[in-house]
Every structure is written in structure tokens, then in C-alpha cells.
């Protein structure tokens, strides 16, 4: 029995990988007709055929622009499908003919066209899609207004109901989006030339898109949607890394709510510098599972301001945890926010406390790199305070957590080694007694409640005995 060969056995397994593999997207995008886009899809198609690339021109929309047109010239051009519509014959993207022919690369012009009836698809981007399921490449163009997620926002700024839509998907599939972009003035330039339309369709089309005003704002929406794209592919670049590290390349605000009345000064404060800066906020809680419920009026007061945060555009994001800096930071990296906004309570601090004691705030400016910490401070006698619901009453002080029997056992057993030690260099007993009073102290300020306290009493007893 003869053995099949390997090298033909893997050329058989490269063949079955290049038909299941899904073809690319390249589109080209501009904010207007006349920004040049099938003109720098052309000159892309002859380079691609000098690097000994099989592409072919799909469709091609006929523009009476003479430079357009003669980019056609040494490039394949495919049969289009006649279509009888009454009395006149309507030229169409023939699909049937593409997938035979099957090129590395095909242009296909207009990808918000909507197809003749007799069409296989309705829609011209879902012939596309056909195309990149063969594992053919597309290049197409669109322009900003025909996305569909921008439609309502089309019909205000160009004062035009745009009825051919494609689904923003298409955009975020994707492999390239590239930007053909002139100068509002420049594009008007050309349209009063007469290169980009014929007299009828410019006196409809001047009435409409062709108004400066209107070209800087469909302009403005174009440049957002291409830096949208390309913070994605930023994001999943980033994100795809083992360390997950801050890439400040658009601003990401994020401010911390708590339950305090203050925190509305901070939302408010973050919406202000998001409005000036063009950047989104995150607003976050972070609930410690460690500590008690919040009471009654706590709990009024963060729904209030996760409220205000909502009603001021940001993003709410509830999370559980331990270590608020360790928990800030680490979502901060992983949502590449470039701004933390904080508060602190304004209100004088005694040398010592300021000394031993660092808050939230200093250890976050501490840890945070590459990411700004804005503290915006308030006066803690105008806010309120609030108190975790009593449990138990009386009986709940006398209670002993894990921790803290922890905390007795550690600071007792170093007391008594320091007690023994002191006690065979000759020191008095005196000196003795005091250490033990020391250990119950300190057990006093790093546990709660009373219980750990009499516990450690005892025990000293004990020991010292």
C-alpha cells in the first residue's frame, strides 16, 4: 500500500485553509462625493497589479471625471449585469461573473448602492460580503453619511434624509479604513469647476451637502469615526500585550464616586473637562464586600450621584473589591484612561495623623504612572458623614474577627520576645510589666471592639506569670 506523500498532503491542507479563509476589507472614506476616493482606489489597484497582484475592477461608478476614468486604463475590467427596468437597461455589479473569476483583489465602487430589483442581494455591501465569505479582498468606498449609527445626525447637519445605509459593522470588520480627505474649500473648488457633478445633480446637490458649513461639520464626522476606528485597533493591540500598560493617544477621564454629597462636585467637574478636551468619562464605585451595609441615607446619596453621572453622559461602572487604589488602577490600565478625578476632604489634620496616616489619594499619586490625578478638594464640615448600620447593637463590640485574633497573636508574640530578651540582659521587672502594657495598646488601636482588648489582657496575664 503506497503512503501518501507529505508535501502534497500539506499543499492539499494550504488549499483548504485558503478557501475557508475570509477575504480582507479595505475601504476607502471621505465626507463628501468628489474627495478623491475612487481616484486613490485606482492608483492603490495599479499598485498592487505592478507587485504581481491579481486585481480586477468590479464596478466602477461612471463619473464623467475624466482622471478617474483613465486610471481604468491597464486594469481588467469585468462585464457589468444588465438589468430591464421599463424602458432603459440598468448597469449593475455582476456577482455571479466576480466569484467565477475569483481575483486576489476586486474594486467594487459605492458600497452604500442599493441594488436593481432582479439582484441577488438588495444591498450592494452585502455582494461585498459574499465576496470576503469567497476569501476574495475588497476595496470599496463609502462616504461618512451613508453610515447608519450617524443617519438622524446626517438629516440635522445636511438638512437631507440619506435613505441608502450601510450597518457600521462593515466599518469595525474592517482590515483598513483609509481617510481620503481635501480641504472644505478646495472640494467646493472642484465642485464649482463642475468635476465632480453634471449641472442637474449640482444644483440639487449645492442646495444640500455642497455648503461649507455643511462640508466642516460632515468633514468633522468623518475625521471622529476614523479616529474611533483606529483607537479600537489601539485598544486590541494594547489589551493583547501580557502587561497592560496606559497609551494616552485620546483622553479617557475617570472619577470615583462615593456616597458623599461632594462627589456631584467631582462629576461635574470631570463633565466640564470631558466637554473641553472632546474626551469620555468613566464614573466608578468600588464596594469593599469587607465592610458593613450602607445605611438608608448612604445608599439615596450614591444612587443620586451615580445619577447626575448618568444624566451627564458618562459611563457608570459598579465594581467589588478589597484595595481601592490596587482596583482603580488596574481598570484604569485596562480601559487606557489618561485622567483619574478624586476628592479629599479639606479639613485640617493633626502633624501626626498627616504624618503616619496616607490616604486614598496619596497612594494612588503615588502608583498611578503615565496616568494624571486630578484631587479636587472639599470641606468636610458641609458634607455629610456617614456611619455603617449598627449590627447586634451592644453585643456586636464584644465581637472577634479572624483578623484580629491574627493581629493579637502576632503583636503578643513579639512583645514576648522582646520581653525575654530585655528580661535576660538584667533588666527590672518593672521595665517587663511596661512592655506587656504596651502589647495591649497597641492591640487596642489595630483591632475592633472591646473583646480583642480583655482577650489580650488575659493573656498578657499569663504570659507574664
Same mark, same amino acid.
Given at each position: 500500500?503506497?503512503? #501518501?506523500?507529505?508535501?502534497?498532503?500539506?499543499?492539499?491542507?494550504?488549499?483548504?485553509?485558503?478557501?475557508?479563509?475570509?477575504?480582507?476589507?479595505?475601504?476607502?472614506?471621505?465626507?463628501?462625493?468628489?474627495?478623491?476616493?475612487?481616484?486613490?482606489? /485606482? +492608483?492603490?489597484?495599479?499598485?498592487?497589479?505592478?507587485?504581481?497582484?491579481?486585481? &480586477?475592477?468590479?464596478?466602477?461608478?461612471?463619473?464623467?471625471?475624466? +482622471?478617474?476614468?483613465?486610471?481604468?486604463?491597464?486594469?481588467?475590467?469585468?462585464?457589468?449585469?444588465?438589468?430591464?427596468?421599463?424602458?432603459?437597461?440598468?448597469?449593475?455589479?455582476? /456577482?455571479? /461573473? !466576480?466569484?467565477?473569476?475569483?481575483?486576489? =483583489? @476586486?474594486?467594487?465602487?459605492?458600497? !452604500?448602492?442599493?441594488?436593481?430589483?432582479?439582484?441577488?442581494?438588495?444591498?450592494?455591501?452585502?455582494?461585498? +460580503?459574499?465576496?470576503?465569505?469567497?476569501?476574495?479582498?475588497?476595496?470599496?468606498? =463609502?462616504? &461618512?453619511?451613508?453610515?447608519?449609527?450617524?443617519?438622524? *445626525?446626517?438629516?440635522?447637519?445636511?438638512?437631507?434624509?440619506?435613505?441608502?445605509?450601510? #450597518?457600521?459593522?462593515?466599518?469595525?470588520?474592517?482590515?483598513?479604513?483609509?481617510?481620503?480627505?481635501?480641504?472644505?474649500?478646495?472640494?467646493?473648488?472642484?465642485? %464649482?469647476?463642475?468635476?465632480?457633478?453634471?449641472?442637474?445633480?449640482?444644483?440639487?446637490?449645492?442646495?444640500?451637502?455642497?455648503?461649507?458649513?455643511?462640508?466642516?461639520?460632515?468633514?468633522?464626522?468623518?475625521?471622529?469615526?476614523?479616529? +474611533?476606528?483606529?483607537?479600537?485597533?489601539?485598544?486590541?493591540?494594547?489589551?493583547?500585550?501580557?502587561?497592560?500598560?496606559?497609551?494616552?493617544?485620546?483622553?479617557?477621564?475617570?472619577?470615583?464616586?462615593?456616597?458623599?454629597?461632594?462627589?456631584?462636585?467631582?462629576?461635574?467637574? !470631570?463633565?466640564?473637562?470631558?466637554?473641553?478636551?472632546?474626551?469620555?468619562?468613566?464614573? *466608578?464605585?468600588?464596594?469593599?464586600?469587607?465592610?458593613?451595609?450602607?445605611?438608608?441615607? !448612604?445608599?439615596?446619596?450614591?444612587?443620586?450621584?451615580?445619577?447626575?453621572?448618568?444624566?451627564?453622559?458618562?459611563?457608570?461602572?459598579?465594581?467589588?473589591?478589597? %484595595?481601592?487604589?490596587?482596583?482603580?488602577?488596574?481598570?484604569?490600565?485596562?480601559?487606557?484612561?489618561?485622567?483619574?478625578?478624586?476628592?479629599r476632604n479639606h479639613r485640617k489634620h493633626s502633624v501626626f495623623s498627616r504624618f503616619v496616616?496616607?490616604?486614598?489619594?496619596?497612594?494612588?499619586?503615588?502608583?498611578?504612572?503615565?496616568?494624571?490625578?486630578?484631587?479636587? #478638594?472639599?470641606?468636610?464640615?458641609?458634607?455629610?458623614?456617614?456611619?455603617?448600620?449598627?449590627?447586634?447593637?451592644?453585643?456586636?463590640?464584644?465581637?472577634?474577627?479572624?483578623?484580629?485574633?491574627?493581629?493579637?497573636?502576632?503583636?503578643?508574640?513579639?512583645?514576648?520576645?522582646?520581653?525575654? =530578651?530585655?528580661?535576660?540582659?538584667?533588666?527590672?521587672?518593672?521595665?517587663?510589666?511596661?512592655?506587656?502594657?504596651?502589647? @495591649?495598646?497597641?492591640?487596642? =488601636?489595630?483591632?475592633?471592639?472591646?473583646?480583642?482588648?480583655?482577650?489580650?489582657?488575659?493573656?498578657?496575664?499569663?504570659? /507574664?506569670?
Amino acid at each position: 500500500m503506497n503512503r #501518501p506523500d507529505p508535501e502534497s498532503l500539506l499543499n492539499k491542507i494550504n488549499k483548504e485553509e485558503k478557501k475557508q479563509k475570509r477575504g480582507q476589507l479595505k475601504i476607502f472614506f471621505g465626507y463628501a462625493a468628489g474627495v478623491g476616493k475612487t481616484y486613490s482606489m /485606482l +492608483e492603490s489597484a495599479h499598485s498592487l497589479k505592478e507587485s504581481g497582484v491579481d486585481v &480586477v475592477v468590479g464596478y466602477i461608478e461612471p463619473h464623467s471625471r475624466k +482622471e478617474t476614468l483613465a486610471l481604468l486604463e491597464g486594469l481588467e475590467v469585468l462585464e457589468l449585469k444588465y438589468i430591464k427596468y421599463k424602458t432603459i437597461d440598468l448597469k449593475e455589479f455582476n /456577482l455571479d /461573473l !466576480a466569484l467565477k473569476r475569483k481575483p486576489e =483583489v @476586486i474594486l467594487v465602487d459605492e458600497l !452604500a448602492h442599493t441594488n436593481a430589483k432582479g439582484c441577488r442581494h438588495s444591498k450592494r455591501w452585502q455582494d461585498i +460580503e459574499e465576496l470576503l465569505i469567497a476569501g476574495i479582498d475588497v476595496y470599496t468606498t =463609502v462616504n &461618512v453619511q451613508h453610515l447608519e449609527s450617524l443617519n438622524d *445626525i446626517i438629516e440635522i447637519v445636511a438638512n437631507v434624509s440619506v435613505k441608502e445605509t450601510i #450597518p457600521d459593522k462593515l466599518i469595525d470588520i474592517s482590515s483598513q479604513l483609509e481617510l481620503i480627505d481635501v480641504e472644505p474649500d478646495v472640494l467646493l473648488e472642484r465642485f %464649482n469647476q463642475g468635476k465632480i457633478y453634471k449641472k442637474e445633480q449640482a444644483l440639487k446637490a449645492q442646495e444640500n451637502f455642497f455648503v461649507k458649513e455643511n462640508l466642516v461639520a460632515l468633514r468633522e464626522l468623518a475625521l471622529r469615526k476614523t479616529a +474611533e476606528k483606529v483607537n479600537k485597533e489601539v485598544e486590541i493591540t494594547r489589551l493583547s500585550k501580557g502587561g497592560v500598560e496606559v497609551l494616552p493617544t485620546s483622553e479617557t477621564i475617570l472619577v470615583c464616586i462615593s456616597p458623599s454629597p461632594s462627589t456631584a462636585k467631582l462629576i461635574r467637574t !470631570a463633565s466640564r473637562i470631558s466637554q473641553s478636551s472632546l474626551s469620555r468619562v468613566i464614573a *466608578i464605585y468600588i464596594k469593599d464586600p469587607n465592610k458593613e451595609e450602607l445605611s438608608k441615607e !448612604a445608599k439615596s446619596q450614591l444612587e443620586s450621584n451615580l445619577e447626575l453621572a448618568k444624566k451627564l453622559g458618562a459611563e457608570v461602572v459598579l465594581l467589588h473589591g478589597d %484595595n481601592m487604589v490596587e482596583d482603580i488602577l488596574r481598570y484604569s490600565k485596562m480601559r487606557n484612561v489618561t485622567k483619574i478625578i478624586i476628592g479629599r476632604n479639606h479639613r485640617k489634620h493633626s502633624v501626626f495623623s498627616r504624618f503616619v496616616k496616607r490616604d486614598v489619594v496619596d497612594k494612588l499619586i503615588d502608583e498611578a504612572d503615565h496616568i494624571d490625578v486630578h484631587v479636587i #478638594p472639599y470641606k468636610g464640615e458641609k458634607s455629610r458623614h456617614y456611619r455603617p448600620k449598627k449590627q447586634n447593637g451592644f453585643i456586636s463590640k464584644f465581637k472577634i474577627s479572624g483578623i484580629d485574633i491574627f493581629k493579637i497573636v502576632i503583636i503578643t508574640t513579639i512583645t514576648t520576645l522582646i520581653a525575654h =530578651v530585655l528580661k535576660n540582659a538584667g533588666f527590672i521587672q518593672e521595665n517587663i510589666y511596661l512592655m506587656y502594657m504596651l502589647d @495591649i495598646a497597641l492591640i487596642s =488601636v489595630f483591632t475592633n471592639g472591646y473583646g480583642t482588648g480583655i482577650i489580650s489582657s488575659i493573656l498578657n496575664i499569663i504570659l /507574664l506569670n
